[in-house]
């Protein structure tokens, strides 16, 4: 069992856990009428994952695409974003003990993920790739069999690496610059990380490092939200397809990842209907 099929079957123990000791939360009729009553919606994000949820440098306060993707859903409900920092481990958690209407934190599309959580129209793909140095001899992703490869701990990235190279040694950290680090020290032969990120890295060492050609997998990003509110996630894509037909997104894609950027990544996938996206 993969690490994600892992996280998706704790999540939902964790959740019945604790509705066992505390008790369901209050009944939610209709969460759009309740986001409307209470003239906000709670957006989670990441808050040191730039360029996607990041504190800003002078105010402290969050930005990034995720933090503008949020606002804009929230401006077209009617109502002010209220924001929520989040790790890669609780973004489920959040959702479904209701702690927050939507979760914009690279939440990739699983089937094991839609069990539990719905989720908006796809925004966007990324890849996984494996980072190396730029010298290195290694060149396709089977040549890593018996390597070490460094990851964040509690991505997909372990079942992707699990599936197509069985026999490399799986190295976990707690960030993305810890999992890089290994590499640049050599406790690690390639670093298994997300486009975004690895651009970042990559243009901040001046070309010391590359990514393998051969990507680990592509997943379909989205946001996520509760299961069973129809009426709020219709208003949400609604809003989704408002902004992408506006060209806000791509705007948003352009002024945090475009050219003008460190990471110089283009978007790839135009906003498509979830049931459309496989896994």
């Known amino acids: ?68 993707m949020c606002s804009g859903i929230a401006r077209r409900l009617g109502v002010r974003m209220e924001h929520k920092s989040i790790t890669v481990e609780n973004r489920v958690p959040e959702l479904l003990t209701g702690r927050v209407d939507i979760v914009s934190a690279l939440l990739p599309y699983t089937k094991d993920r839609a069990e539990v959580i719905s989720f908006s129209d796809a925004v966007f793909d990324y890849a996984t790739n494996v980072m190396v140095l730029a010298s290195s001899d290694l060149k396709t992703l089977s040549e890593l069999a018996g390597k070490r490869v460094s990851m964040t701990r509690g991505t997909a990235n372990e079942r992707y690496m699990r599936e197509k190279v069985p026999t490399a040694e799986i190295l976990t950290y707690q960030d993305a610059s810890s999992s890089f680090l290994a590499l640049q020290q050599g406790k690690a032969q390639g670093y298994a990380t997300i486009t975004f990120a690895g651009m970042r890295f990559i243009n901040e060492t001046n070309g010391k490092f590359r990514f393998m050609e051969e990507s680990l997998h592509k997943d379909a990003c989205a946001l996520g ?14 809003a989704l397809v408002e902004m992408d037909k506006s060209g806000e997104i791509d705007a948003l894609w352009t002024k945090w990842l475009g050219p003008e950027t460190k990471y110089n990544v283009p978007r790839g996938r135009r906003l498509t209907p979830i049931a459309q996206v496989t896994d």
Do not use: H, W
């Open 225 to 238: 939200l509760r299961k069973g509110e129809t009426a709020f996630i219709e208003a949400v894509n609604a």
């Open 1 to 68: 069992m993969g690490t994600e099929q892992r996280l998706c079957r704790l999540t939902v123990a964790a959740a019945a856990l604790v509705l066992g000791i505390f008790g369901p939360p209050p009944a939610s009729a209709d969460e759009l009428a309740d986001v409307k009553a209470r003239g906000s919606v709670i957006c989670a994000t990441y808050f040191a994952v730039p360029p996607f949820g990041f504190p800003d440098p002078v105010t402290r306060q969050p930005i990034g695409f995720d933090v503008d």
